[in-house]
């Protein structure tokens, strides 16, 4: 197998492209007739992933490959006087050991960034900072070689206990999410409203746990540097790569075909893939670094820890009117990224009076960046949890509180909604839920065990970003589609195939997806739940493209023509379409934002229930059951879409219940590093799921009309579990994750 891949064809390949200014309100995949979009078909990579044939990055073969492994440091903050590599150059299988204190990134880059990430390494900012990187003939040589370095070093004053520091917090840099926020008069509405609810949540570090580990392969062919990389955005992290090596982008080829998860941490490039391209130029040879589970836990993104103060203001019906969500969010000083808690708060509920703030607090810890669902995963654990609280002392059904609050427009742009189903997941959800069984907090006892129930609201913004794939319609009547597209386990390829084959009329196993290969035209990326709707749109307008060329052919418009089964109908004729054309006809869809998210607020919405028991002895709780029904613009294929829901529901179970990354406050070090300490949800944690989705088209989103909905299933999936912990015990934990200890201890002596 080349480890260079395939090429693709000239640059002269007729574009059909469309900037999103108007509504989209006709779609073939509607008037297809090969009836493929929206089923629940397998996965087409399926067997060669089952089988151990799909290459993933520290997969492929390369002549005269060599290991490294990255050396990290051993204090909190302060600077690097000299590292004694003595020992390890000295040990057998060691080829060298390279330090490059200037080019070397400190951090991974963040997604859709096409700027080197933070470099110089010199300078320590975190334990576990990637310093050098030690390379050998063997992996055992190149890990035996990095324990053996010493590093010598002057330490600096650092910030490591977040408590400690909470009164430093500055508002950040202006993003496309501001950073403070406000409208009418907060305080004065506040302090007049009947109601009030004044509260504090706090949401710990996490990190993504990725079931693959960060890995490349760095080969230089000439002066062009080829790498299969875990990446999950191709061609921004092309950029990336280019800029921190100082090379001209067009150098840099990155190749990452399978992705076995990312989560947000493989959105950018991570320290290995700069130290394996600097060690493959210096020694002339391939170079394969793959990180350690520590070493992921170490040296790639966390989520940031937030603080998150919540008052809400009512009057006695319990209509909001004052709504205040301000977050303080450890960040790492030199970092620009900041975790945007409120995101979900600006357009979820109403209220005339509001404040939405977020301010960091500079610690040294590893690196924030994105994980999955930024901002709305603990953002809406916060507000939904104080929604039930509100609902709580209001004396209102947590879903009526909601059907009272929810707005006719976006309450802060003051543009409509392009679609939203929040209350008809709520009342659909309640419905097959069997939540009018639900009884008041504390009192379903069954011997040892409480029983309850707990709802939340799920929101995710809906982004389209610009996207491009080429699809060519061979002589032999085969569909082959080529991006960069990824596939990060979430179904880029079975629903690119779908929508190929619903438009071009053509069975899914005619339709060929090449994907990953930063040669290909340039996509979204996996990121940030756009990828479907991004780069599906593309894949669409590029057989929208074709769909007219055949049509000219039949000499018929596109509208009256029917394509299915590989045969092109009108006119009371079928011809199979290999006869319309004599050479493979090809045609580069792109699509981009336009004035439709300037005109329409754009989200995916949902509901979230949750059965939980809880022992009154030990305070263990265990899910019993959890529902969710969401709503998401047109869902491509219902299994891979179920799956996702799937997902995002179980990481709202680890969020609520078990995950933590816990840092040492002496050094800032990670001290459960790895998936026996850093506890994600397991099998016996994790009931039986069940996922319902609603009907629904939105045409103000992209040509296919759909949304996203990778991340929308996390978000508020956590607070439906908080929710029904307090419902059964009548405990309110704000302090996440929920423990057993932080139960025991508001337990009363006699429960």
Same mark, same amino acid.
């Not at 669902?373 to 947590?398: F, S």
């Given at each position: 197998?080349?480890?260079?891949?395939?090429?693709?064809?000239?640059?002269?390949?007729?574009?059909?492209?469309?900037?999103?200014?108007?509504?989209?309100?006709?779609?073939?995949?509607?008037?297809?007739?090969?009836?493929?979009?929206?089923?629940?078909?397998?996965?087409?990579?399926?067997?060669?992933?089952?089988?151990?044939?799909? *290459?993933?990055?520290?997969?492929?073969?390369?002549?005269?490959?060599? =290991?490294?492994?990255?050396?990290?440091?051993?204090?909190?903050?302060?600077?690097?006087?000299?590292?004694?590599?003595?020992?390890?150059?000295?040990?057998?299988?060691?080829?060298?050991?390279?330090?490059?204190?200037?080019?070397?990134?400190?951090?991974?880059?963040?997604?859709?960034?096409?700027?080197?990430?933070?470099?110089?390494?010199?300078?320590?900012?975190?334990?576990?900072?990637?310093?050098?990187?030690?390379?050998?003939?063997?992996?055992?040589?190149?890990?035996?070689?990095?324990?053996?370095?010493?590093?010598?070093?002057?330490?600096?004053? @650092?910030?490591?206990?977040? @408590?400690? =520091?909470?009164?430093?917090?500055?508002?950040?840099?202006?993003?496309?999410?501001?950073? =403070?926020?406000?409208?009418?008069?907060?305080?004065?509405?506040?302090?007049?409203?009947?109601?009030?609810?004044? #509260?504090?949540?706090?949401?710990?570090?996490?990190?993504?746990?990725?079931?693959?580990? =960060?890995?490349?392969? !760095?080969?230089?062919?000439?002066?062009?540097?080829?790498?299969?990389?875990?990446?999950?955005?191709?061609?921004?992290?092309?950029?990336?790569?280019?800029?921190?090596?100082?090379?001209?982008?067009?150098?840099?080829?990155?190749?990452?075909?399978?992705?076995?998860?990312?989560?947000?941490?493989?959105?950018?490039?991570?320290?290995?893939?700069?130290?394996?391209?600097?060690?493959?130029?210096?020694?002339?040879?391939?170079?394969?670094? #793959?990180?350690?589970?520590?070493?992921?836990?170490?040296?790639?993104?966390?989520?940031?820890?937030?603080?998150?103060?919540?008052?809400?203001? +009512?009057?006695?019906?319990?209509?909001?009117?004052?709504?205040?969500?301000?977050?303080?969010?450890?960040?790492?000083?030199?970092?620009?990224?900041?975790?945007?808690?409120? #995101?979900?708060?600006?357009?979820?509920?109403?209220?005339?009076?509001?404040?939405?703030?977020?301010?960091?607090?500079? /610690?040294?810890?590893?690196?924030?960046?994105? /994980?999955?669902?930024?901002?709305? @995963?603990?953002?809406?654990?916060?507000?939904?949890?104080?929604?039930?609280?509100?609902?709580?002392?209001?004396?209102?059904?947590?879903?009526?509180?909601?059907?009272?609050?929810? *707005?006719?427009?976006?309450?802060?742009?003051?543009?409509?909604?392009?679609?939203?189903?929040?209350?008809?997941?709520?009342?659909?959800?309640?419905?097959?839920?069997?939540?009018?069984?639900?009884?008041?907090?504390?009192?379903?006892?069954?011997?040892?065990?409480?029983?309850?129930?707990?709802?939340?609201?799920?929101?995710?913004?809906?982004?389209?970003?610009?996207?491009?794939?080429?699809?060519?319609?061979?002589?032999?009547?085969?569909?082959?589609?080529?991006?960069?597209?990824?596939?990060?386990? +979430?179904?880029?390829? +079975?629903?690119?195939?779908?929508? !190929? @084959?619903?438009?071009?009329?053509?069975?899914?196993?005619?339709?060929?997806?090449?994907?990953?290969?930063?040669?290909?035209?340039?996509?979204?990326?996996?990121?940030?739940?756009?990828?479907?709707?991004?780069?599906?749109?593309?894949?669409?307008?590029?057989?929208?493209?074709?769909?007219?060329?055949?049509?000219?052919?039949?000499?018929?418009?596109?509208?009256?023509?029917?394509?299915?089964?590989?045969?092109?109908?009108?006119?009371?004729?079928?011809?199979?379409?290999?006869?319309?054309?004599?050479?493979?006809?090809?045609?580069?869809?792109?699509?981009?934002?336009?004035?439709?998210?300037?005109?329409?607020?754009?989200?995916?919405?949902?509901?979230?229930?949750?059965?939980?028991?809880?022992?009154?002895?030990?305070?263990?709780?265990?899910?019993?059951?959890?529902?969710? #029904?969401?709503?998401?613009?047109?869902?491509?294929?219902?299994?891979?879409?179920?799956?996702?829901?799937?997902?995002?529901?179980?990481?709202?179970?680890?969020?609520?219940?078990?995950?933590?990354?816990?840092?040492?406050?002496?050094?800032?070090?990670?001290?459960?590093?790895? /998936?026996?300490?850093?506890?994600?949800?397991?099998?016996?944690?994790?009931?039986?799921?069940?996922?319902?989705?609603?009907?629904?088209?939105?045409?103000?989103?992209?040509?296919?009309? !759909?949304?996203?909905?990778?991340?929308?299933?996390?978000?508020?999936?956590?607070?439906?579990?908080?929710?029904?912990?307090?419902?059964?015990?009548?405990?309110?934990?704000?302090?996440?994750?929920?423990?057993?200890?932080?139960?025991?201890?508001?337990?009363?002596?006699?429960?």
């Amino acid at each position: 197998m080349s480890i260079l891949g395939k090429s693709f064809g000239s640059d002269d390949t007729e574009t059909n492209a469309l900037v999103m200014d108007d509504p989209r309100p006709k779609s073939f995949l509607d008037d297809g007739a090969q009836d493929v979009i929206g089923k629940p078909i397998n996965r087409v990579e399926g067997p060669l992933k089952v089988a151990g044939r799909a *290459p993933y990055a520290a997969e492929y073969p390369a002549e005269r490959l060599v =290991h490294g492994v990255l050396v990290r440091a051993t204090f909190g903050r302060g600077k690097i006087t000299k590292i004694d590599d003595s020992v390890a150059r000295a040990l057998p299988g060691v080829i060298d050991v390279i330090v490059d204190y200037d080019t070397f990134i400190r951090s991974p880059g963040q997604g859709g960034d096409t700027n080197a990430p933070t470099q110089g390494v010199q300078d320590v900012q975190y334990f576990g900072e990637p310093v050098a990187v030690v390379v050998g003939e063997t992996f055992e040589a190149a890990r035996d070689g990095a324990a053996a370095v010493r590093l010598e070093y002057k330490e600096a004053d @650092a910030n490591f206990v977040f @408590a400690a =520091h909470k009164d430093q917090g500055k508002e950040p840099k202006k993003d496309q999410i501001p950073g =403070h926020s406000k409208q009418g008069n907060f305080a004065k509405a506040f302090n007049e409203a009947p109601v009030q609810l004044d #509260v504090t949540y706090t949401t710990p570090s996490q990190n993504s746990t990725a079931m693959e580990p =960060h890995a490349s392969i !760095a080969e230089w062919r000439d002066d062009t540097l080829i790498l299969h990389g875990a990446y999950q955005m191709v061609a921004s992290d092309q950029q990336q790569l280019a800029k921190a090596l100082g090379v001209s982008a067009d150098k840099v080829r990155i190749i990452a075909r399978y992705v076995g998860g990312g989560f947000g941490s493989k959105l950018g490039i991570a320290p290995e893939s700069v130290a394996a391209a600097v060690a493959a130029k210096k020694l002339g040879r391939p170079v394969k670094i #793959v990180l350690a589970r520590q070493q992921v836990y170490e040296a790639t993104v966390r989520r940031s820890n937030t603080e998150q103060r919540i008052r809400l203001g +009512t009057d006695a019906s319990g209509r909001i009117d004052a709504l205040s969500h301000n977050s303080l969010i450890a960040n790492t000083p030199y970092e620009q990224y900041w975790e945007p808690v409120g #995101v979900g708060t600006h357009f979820i509920y109403g209220g005339e009076n509001r404040e939405i703030n977020h301010d960091l607090i500079p /610690m040294n810890l590893t690196a924030a960046g994105s /994980m999955r669902a930024p901002g709305e @995963a603990v953002g809406m654990m916060g507000l939904e949890c104080a929604m039930d609280e509100l609902a709580e002392k209001l004396g209102l059904d947590p879903i009526e509180l909601r059907r009272r609050n929810e *707005p006719a427009q976006e309450p802060e742009k003051q543009i409509p909604f392009s679609s939203r189903a929040m209350i008809p997941a709520l009342d659909q959800g309640a419905q097959l839920f069997g939540w009018s069984q639900r009884k008041a907090a504390g009192t379903d006892r069954r011997g040892e065990w409480l029983y309850g129930m707990g709802v939340a609201a799920a929101v995710r913004s809906n982004q389209l970003q610009k996207s491009a794939a080429k699809v060519t319609l061979t002589t032999d009547g085969r569909a082959i589609i080529d991006t960069d597209m990824t596939d990060i386990g +979430t179904g880029t390829y +079975t629903i690119l195939a779908q929508i !190929a @084959a619903e438009t071009l009329g053509l069975p899914v196993e005619k339709v060929v997806v090449h994907l990953g290969d930063g040669k290909a035209p340039a996509s979204s990326g996996s990121g940030g739940s756009w990828g479907a709707g991004s780069s599906g749109s593309s894949v669409y307008l590029a057989c929208e493209g074709i769909r007219e060329k055949l049509a000219k052919a039949m000499g018929a418009s596109a509208e009256e023509m029917t394509l299915k089964d590989g045969r092109a109908i009108a006119q009371n004729r079928a011809v199979p379409v290999t006869e319309l054309i004599e050479e493979n006809l090809s045609v580069i869809g792109q699509i981009e934002p336009g004035k439709q998210e300037k005109k329409f607020h754009q989200a995916s919405y949902g509901a979230h229930f949750c059965a939980v028991k809880v022992n009154a002895v030990t305070g263990e709780v265990r899910v019993e059951r959890m529902l969710g #029904v969401f709503s998401a613009g047109r869902i491509l294929n219902e299994k891979t879409a179920r799956s996702q829901c799937l997902g995002g529901m179980t990481f709202g179970i680890g969020a609520a219940l078990t995950e933590e990354l816990i840092h040492d406050e002496r050094n800032g070090k990670v001290v459960n590093r790895d /998936m026996a300490e850093y506890h994600v949800p397991v099998n016996a944690d994790v009931p039986q799921l069940e996922v319902h989705f609603l009907n629904e088209r939105d045409i103000h989103a992209n040509p296919i009309q !759909a949304k996203g909905i990778g991340e929308l299933g996390i978000s508020g999936a956590g607070a439906a579990v908080a929710n029904a912990i307090y419902n059964a015990t009548g405990v309110r934990v704000r302090d996440f994750p929920i423990t057993c200890d932080k139960i025991i201890e508001q337990l009363p002596f006699d429960a």
